[in-house]
């Protein structure tokens, strides 16, 4: 098994933890980007995602949409991933920046959107590509900090339950 590798500097966390957040958003490729909108107001979307060995994560969208102006106007976001039986949450914070061109934006589409679709419960196209809004973006979350809890383990706790991987700027 391989041990995925932070993009930076990793802080407080160890490689078990760090495979397990790794392996768990592997596995999980749905989840909730919650960004504001140009007026300050809380907007969140399901999008597919995929992520890399050094955690940053990619997922596309469209440019006639809602989630590409809130990105354009403020790229500071949270993904969130769960699941049910486990009671496993996933939070990403970071900045999502748009890494598009016509090639990468396909090969990202591919890679994410179809790849999770067809991992998901509902086999198909993906919601985006249902949606008449323009040409593909491609998007690179770069994570701050990756904060992971298993709520369904024996131990209660405060927030010390949480498998936490910071990244230095």
């Not at 440019?63 to 486990?86: C, F, G, I, P, S």
């Not at 999502?96 to 061109?101: F, L, N, V």
Request: net charge negative; glycine share 4%.
């Amino acid at each position: 098994m391989h041990t995925p590798k932070a993009h930076k500097k990793q802080l407080a966390s160890s490689s078990e933890s760090n495979q397990r957040v790794y392996d768990f958003l592997k596995s999980h490729p749905v989840g909730v980007l919650a960004m504001v909108d140009p007026n300050g107001n809380p907007h969140a979307t399901v999008i597919y995602f995929s992520i890399e060995e050094d955690f940053s994560i990619s997922f596309t969208t469209k440019r006639d949409t809602k989630k590409h102006d809130n990105l354009q106007h403020n790229n500071h976001v949270m993904l969130v991933a769960y699941e049910a039986e486990t009671q496993t949450t996933t939070q990403v914070i970071g900045t999502a920046e748009d890494i598009t061109d016509a090639q990468q934006a396909q090969e990202t589409f591919t890679n994410t959107q179809i790849a999770a679709s067809e991992t998901s419960e509902e086999a198909g196209e993906p919601p985006i590509s249902k949606l008449y809004a323009g040409e593909y973006v491609a998007y690179s979350l770069k994570p701050a900090q990756i904060r992971m809890a298993v709520f369904a383990r024996p131990d209660s706790g405060g927030y010390d339950m949480y498998e936490t991987i910071d990244f230095a700027s």
